[in-house]
């Protein structure tokens, strides 16, 4: 059983068009989050709901729109892409409110705009 | 704003010999400290977890200690086996509950 699952796994398109991943889990969590994983590997975080309200948005232009249908889905959808959003992004979740809960990571949707 | 560095970058050992992954921060105002596996193409693997008041957490092969005061974390690994060939991350929690990560060590145990 997939704990955190994220589709497509690789996405290829061109600037300019508008692309969404989907995530899901199966755990029961009340949280999920969205990271980006650049070239250099830092992992960065963009956006984190929970219970479908967005409780941390970092500093991420606005072509970026998380959408959460209810508590195990959270998709991001993605306007006008640029080149510069070529990486690998991941969708994670936790225990609701749980800062001392660890983290389950989906296997990433790398990215790549061509 | 909180940095976290891990180095070495890439690290290559013989099977059976331990391994010391080490992890440092900036800001010792920290919640708790994670470390995470992530193997290519997949996502990231919790391994431990540390809590800010904690010294030390061990799960089989693996021992992370915490020095809050000194920036610094330590992940351990007994008798490396070639399965353990991934790259380890920590990430730090800090009291904004906020996480920052490091670029990893990416680790080649040699059958």
């Known amino acids: 059983d997939t704990a955190v699952s994220q589709t497509p796994k690789y996405l290829v398109t061109q600037m300019g068009n508008d692309k969404s991943i989907k995530c899901e889990q199966n755990?029961?969590?009340?949280?999920m989050y969205w990271y980006k994983q650049d070239s250099k590997k830092f992992l960065k975080i963009m956006f984190s709901?929970?219970?479908?309200?967005?409780?941390i948005n970092e500093t991420v232009p606005n072509r970026f729109s998380p959408k959460s249908p209810d508590k195990a889905h959270l998709n991001l959808h993605i306007n006008s892409l640029e080149l510069g959003d070529s990486a690998v992004y991941f969708c994670a979740s936790s225990q609701a409110n749980r800062w001392d809960s660890p983290l389950h990571f989906g296997n990433g949707t790398r990215l790549t705009v061509t | 704003k909180q940095e976290v560095t891990q180095i070495p970058a890439a690290l290559s050992v013989p099977e059976g010999e331990n391994l010391v992954l080490n992890c440092s921060f900036t800001?010792?105002?920290?919640?708790?400290l994670q470390w995470f596996r992530q193997d290519p193409g997949k996502g990231l693997t919790s391994l431990l977890l540390i809590q800010s008041s904690q010294r030390e957490q061990t799960s089989g092969r693996l021992n992370a200690s915490l020095d809050k005061s000194s920036g610094r974390s330590t992940l351990y690994i007994a008798a490396s086996q070639p399965g353990d060939s991934a790259t380890y991350l920590c990430?730090?929690?800090?009291?904004?509950?906020?996480?920052?990560f490091g670029a990893g060590t990416t680790v080649t145990v040699r059958a």
């Open positions: 709901y929970n219970n479908k309200e967005l409780i």
């Open positions: 990430a730090v929690r800090a009291n904004d509950y906020k996480l920052s």
């Open positions: 800001d010792s105002a920290i919640y708790n």
């Open positions: 755990l029961g969590h009340d949280t």
